[in-house]
């Protein structure tokens, strides 16, 4: 298992509002995500699950246009402040995307091109992190024959898998997981499930997720978003099994129960 | 119907007539370079009792690629012009790769769409990629050659070609950066890399494609290149002692045979085929490093 920071912090979300030039994709949300738990995050496609995600490491910096306010803190890092180091901060705060986005090089490349990024030089040193943090998503005995042949080849379900791996390889505290499962078959689905529970020990983990029986399955909290008339706000938040068996807010009902979203 | 099966006829022989028209053409240059160029390797024709081996022919290729040319270009060979040229585009490159390099990683990777300075220098290459050559000629001429004093020399003229190449890679290594998708870009930020680090090990490597595209034209363009170098690199046809000593390119020198110098045709035409066959040379090399490189880095399944 990875030796994740033990300092896993929580990660406090106080009126954030993202907006994309005018427009606002979310309006005021506050909610935490504690430590040592899978939070789930779930909402109708468009209600800014993503823009959410991608504001707690700063990813929204890169797309022009793209504003966020209010505050956030991971441990006690003041994400927004702009004195932040965000280099520091998206190596603490692992991400995995919707699709699968290796870089076109081989396998063992993939995986050494972070390490080296944040300073792990020496063969041997390498050579260890990369086969410890392929076996903690059990692609070890999959690709250990072929790390130098291209990450693309692999299947979908393992391409997941290896960027689940390469995120890991830095340690991060805080595991971001954009609907990792959306594109994959069940069997891949339930290993990154199994996995994710197993990382909950070391890791702080947020899952935006559409699958409601994966929310119920894995995560301790729940977090529903729900588009309004200038941005989704965000409609509850409290353990999954009270948001499922009994929701305080009908706009939660009825989503759960399939009548909307 | 029977319209639409002679329309589809027509499309046919349309479509299969194209490539063979610009195939043909092709061939047809080719061939009537090396019908006529040959003739100067022809071993033998001052001498008596010519043997056509395959060496001798060889030999005479051999001679007329390194002797000095004599009689204003009538006789003797290429040499010191093909010393000239490399020196040329030498010059040219060093300063147009890391230059252009440089302007598309600003334009595709520091500024967004909408910046100012960006579109001003988007602008300006546009138009500067529309600018006659012999214009670069009096600009270069007037600039490197007089203004900062190299006269005429290879330095001037591979800095005049340097300008006039400049837009052409820019372009195509901007279209190369942008050609990588942004999900690249997130991957790496989100791991934590550093803007450069995005930049050199990630995009870079991604892009050779089209920065070698670039590359080709460039050279391509600065080889075929006349009017820009007339007033800049000069004209004197023999070995350049330096960079900052005159030189003849072979696309001039080709030029002056056929225009200035009676009876030097069947130089000319020995030259231009020598001037083809390293245009193909460059075009297959850098496929081939192209291919190498994608074969290392890109490999998709
Ligand atoms: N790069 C962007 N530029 C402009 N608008 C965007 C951008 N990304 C997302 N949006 C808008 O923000 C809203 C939320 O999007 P997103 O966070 O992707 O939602 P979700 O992940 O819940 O489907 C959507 O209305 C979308 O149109
Ligand atoms: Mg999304």
């Known amino acids: ?139 070890w005995t999959e690709v250990r024959d072929r790390l130098d042949r291209p990450a693309l080849s692999l299947s979908g379900g393992q391409q997941q898998r290896l960027c689940l791996a390469r995120a890991l390889s830095l340690q991060p505290s805080v595991l971001l997981l954009d609907e990792p499962c959306s594109a994959l078959d069940p069997q891949s689905t339930s ?57 305080q807010s009908r706009v939660t009902e009825a989503f759960i129960s399939g009548k909307v979203g | 119907m029977a319209t639409s099966r002679w329309t589809g006829r027509l499309l046919d022989v349309c479509v299969w007539g194209t490539p063979v028209i610009v195939a043909g053409m092709f061939l047809w240059l080719i061939s009537d370079l090396i019908l006529r160029g040959s003739a100067a390797f ?6 008596t009792g010519a043997s056509y081996s395959l060496i001798a022919v060889a030999e005479q290729i051999l001679r007329f690629l390194t002797a000095a040319p004599e009689r204003a270009g009538r006789g003797g060979g290429i040499g010191p012009i093909l010393v000239s040229t490399g020196m040329i585009l030498a010059v040219c490159m060093s300063v147009v790769v890391p230059i252009g390099l440089g302007t598309a990683m600003f334009l595709s990777e520091l500024v967004s769409d909408q910046n100012r300075l960006g579109r001003l220098v988007r602008r300006s290459l546009d138009l500067l990629a529309g600018v006659p050559s012999i214009v670069f000629g009096l600009f270069g001429n007037a600039v490197f050659c007089q203004w900062l004093g190299f006269r005429y020399s290879i330095v001037a003229g591979g800095l005049t070609l340097a300008c006039m190449v400049l837009p052409l890679l820019i372009r195509s290594a901007e279209e190369g950066f942008r050609s990588v998708p942004d999900s690249q870009r997130h991957a790496a930020a989100a791991l934590g890399f550093s803007r450069w680090s995005t930049v050199f090990r990630v995009i870079l490597p991604q892009s050779t494609p089209g920065i070698v595209a670039g590359l080709i034209l460039g050279l391509g363009r600065a080889l075929a290149e006349t009017a820009a ?23 001039i020198h080709i030029y002056d045979l056929s225009m200035n110098v009676p009876g030097g045709n069947q130089n000319a035409h020995a030259s231009a085929l020598v001037l083809v066959v390293l245009l193909i040379l460059i075009n297959l090399t850098a496929h081939r490093l192209t291919y190498r490189f994608l074969h290392r880095e890109v490999r998709y399944a």
């Not at chain 1, 702080?204 to 997720?209: N, R």
């Not at chain 1, 409601?212 to 941005?231: K, S």
């Not at chain 2, 690199?233 to 072979?250: H, N």
Request: glycine share 8%; proline share 5%; hydrophobic share 40%.
């Open chain 1, 191 to 247: 290993v990154i499930e199994e996995l994710l529970l197993r990382l909950r020990a070391t890791c702080t983990v947020a899952v935006v997720t559409h699958n409601l029986a994966q929310a119920r399955r894995i995560a301790e909290r729940t977090a529903l978003l729900w588009p309004d008339t200038n941005g989704s706000r965000l409609v509850e938040c409290s353990d999954t099994q009270s948001l499922f068996e009994s929701p």
């Open chain 2, 42 to 47: 022809q071993p033998g024709t001052e001498s």
């Open chain 2, 229 to 251: 170098l007339l007033f800049t690199s000069g004209y004197v046809d023999r070995m350049p002692r330096s960079f900052l000593d005159s030189g003849r390119s072979l696309s």
């Open chain 1, 1 to 139: 298992m990875t030796a994740s920071n033990s300092t896993a912090g929580a990660v406090h979300v106080e009126n954030v509002s993202i907006r994309y030039g005018a427009k606002f994709a979310i309006q005021n949300v506050s909610l935490t995500i504690p430590p040592q738990a899978i939070t789930a995050i779930i909402g109708p496609s468009g209600c800014g699950k993503t823009s959410l995600l991608c504001s707690l490491n700063r990813l929204t910096d890169l797309i022009p246009g793209c504003g966020v306010t209010g505050l956030i803190r991971i441990g006690d890092t003041n994400v927004l402040d702009r004195r932040t180091d965000v280099i520091a901060l998206r190596r603490r705060v692992g991400m995995i995307f919707q699709h699968p986005n290796l870089f076109p090089m081989t396998i063992r490349r993939n995986l050494e091109l972070p390490l080296r990024e944040h300073g792990l030089q020496d063969r041997r040193g390498l050579q260890e992190q990369i086969e410890c943090s392929l076996t903690d998503v059990g692609l």
